[in-house]
């Protein structure tokens, strides 16, 4: 059997099961992994366990639900360092300040919507967007292409 007809025998097989196959996502690695919000949902978990206490990425990673450090896991820890959600010191990670506030403080106060732009401005790719973009957002679509 050629690796082709493999892969068009595991194709049909999962038709007739009924299942979708699966997609892969192309995703830049300055992409976040997953939403602001997801993200500040997290740093919660992790700041209910740990509150500001240094800790290392694995015990982190099984805060967040992943029993041994993996792929996942650490796409997880990268989005909350790209919002600026975990703050690291000698190879160890705890709740950044940032995160704190925000966690901390009540919607509407000040501070914590400066906290709140800074964290959504701090991945990469999105203040470069923003600095592009200026004068306000496009629609989805023209952003999408």
Known sequence: MTKTTGK????????????????KLHRSPNYPAFSLKEALQRARTVYDIERRAW?????????LGHEKPSGSGGRAISALRQYGLLEERDGQLRVSDVAYQVLALKDGDLTRDEMLMRAARKPIIFNEI??????GLPSNATLHS
Do not use: F, N, W
Not at 55 to 63: C, D, G, P
Not at 130 to 135: I, P, R
């Open 130 to 135: 923003l600095q592009h973009y200026a004068d």
């Open 55 to 63: 800790t290392t990425s694995a015990v982190i990673q099984k805060h």
């Open 8 to 23: 068009l025998e595991g194709i049909a097989a999962e038709a007739a099961s009924g299942k979708k196959p699966k997609r």
